[in-house]
Each structure stands twice: as structure tokens, then as C-alpha cells.
């Protein structure tokens, strides 16, 4: 079965103290892979794809970069705006005619001053 | 920039109660989908459909139905509204191909008391 998982659930950073995500993903034929950004009460906002293995993409202080296995965001000084909820996504060969994506849980960060 | 719009932010109904939620993309996307966001469950897919007048169902279908009668436009109806229901919905669109980001909209929180 197709699954992504996310950790850790929440992290807890100080300002400047940068640090990684993980999304860990077990999927038949990968696509691309997704990361979002969700404040409190808002819908999901597209961040990232990465397509294979090897590829990174960098925002500002985020930096996402793709293995056969997993993905990590790293935040590299963050402020407290960057206080959010991160998901990440996958989409499968299976799912291409649909766009079916297979969500993680998401990881809460906060950044305190 | 892609735009998803949603209904309402915010709701209230009672149960038992038929309600409409509406999403609208202005980005010509063939696909659309419907979430509920639960505290600890994530992202759960209700229904998605890929086409005009086309639906699947995702995860979680029981108790809803959709429409798409036009393109860019995708409704959920709860045909009777229970208090399990209450939740964040959230509607997304998507291109058609091997991989294409979901768009999300800003999220309707419905209550049903």
C-alpha cells in the first residue's frame, strides 16, 4: 500500500536554529513529490515539486531535496513568520489521468523569538 | 495565479439540515477534488472528479455527494447534515498529466450543531 509519513509531528525551533523535515514515502512509481505550507485556518499553499532523485529546490530560507526514499525541507534561519504546518504529498504513475495525491500528516513548526 | 474561491469561510447548520458547499477555479484545470482536514487525521479525500459530469469517490464518501456540472465549478452536498460532519473542507484543482500540483482554496469550517 501506498503511504506517506511525515516526522517529526511538531518541532520546536528558536530563531535562527535551522533545521530538517522528513517525509518518508513507500509508493509504486513515484511521479513527483509536494510540499506545502498551511497557516491556522487557511488551505494549503503550494511550496515545491521535486521530480527525481537527486533534485533540489530552494524559497528563501527553505531548501527541498529528494531521495528514492524520502524528502526533506530544510529551514536554514528560520524566523517565527515561518511558524506553519508543513505537508508533503506524493503523486503515483497510477494516478496520473486523475491528479490523486497521497498526503502525509504534516509536520507543526514553531519558531519562537 | 491560480485562483480556487470557496463559498463561505465560515458555517453553521443544524443537523439534518442539506448543505452546499461551492468551489470555483478561474485556472481551466480538469481536475477537482474535496477534503476534510481534521485535527490528527490529515487530509482525507471525500470525492474527486476528473472531468465535467465525472466523480469518484475518494476515501471518506459516506454521507456526501458532489456535482460538476460545469468545469470550473465543483459542489459537495451533504444531503443531511450530522454533527460528525463538522470539520474544515477544503477544495483543490489540478491540471491533467504525469504530475501536477493540487491548488488549494482558503478553506470553508463548517459546524453542524
Known amino acids: 500500500e501506498d503511504q506517506v509519513t511525515q516526522s517529526p509531528e511538531a518541532l520546536r525551533l528558536q530563531e535562527g536554529e535551522s533545521s530538517s523535515l522528513n517525509c518518508s514515502y513507500t509508493v509504486s512509481g513515484l511521479r513527483g513529490l509536494f510540499w506545502y505550507r498551511q497557516d491556522p485556518g487557511k488551505g494549503p499553499e503550494f511550496l515545491f515539486t521535486?521530480?527525481?532523485a537527486g533534485e533540489e529546490k530552494e524559497k528563501e530560507r527553505l531548501k527541498a531535496t529528494l531521495t528514492k526514499k524520502e524528502s526533506f525541507l530544510h529551514i536554514t534561519a528560520p524566523k517565527p513568520e515561518d511558524s506553519a504546518t508543513y505537508l508533503c504529498a506524493v503523486q503515483t504513475a497510477g494516478s496520473s489521468n486523475t491528479g490523486k495525491l497521497i498526503f502525509g500528516q504534516g509536520t507543526t513548526l514553531q519558531v519562537k523569538p | 495565479d491560480v485562483k480556487v474561491t470557496q463559498s463561505s469561510r465560515y458555517l453553521v447548520k443544524r443537523t439534518g439540515e442539506k448543505v452546499f458547499l461551492e468551489c470555483v477555479q478561474d485556472m481551466d484545470h480538469e481536475n477537482m477534488f474535496w477534503y476534510r482536514q481534521d485535527p490528527g487525521l490529515g487530509l482525507r479525500l471525500i470525492y474527486f472528479?476528473?472531468?465535467?459530469?465525472?466523480?469518484e469517490k475518494g476515501d471518506i464518501p459516506e454521507g456526501y455527494s458532489v456535482s460538476r456540472e460545469k468545469k470550473e465549478r465543483f459542489s459537495l452536498i451533504l444531503e443531511s447534515a450530522s454533527t460528525n460532519q463538522t470539520s474544515m473542507y477544503l477544495c483543490?484543482?489540478?491540471?491533467?498529466?504525469?504530475?501536477?500540483?493540487?491548488?488549494f482554496g482558503p478553506g470553508t469550517r463548517l459546524t453542524v450543531t
Open positions: 472528479s476528473y472531468d465535467v459530469k465525472m466523480k
Open positions: 483543490a484543482s489540478s491540471l491533467t498529466g504525469p504530475i501536477s500540483e493540487q491548488y
Open positions: 521535486l521530480y527525481s
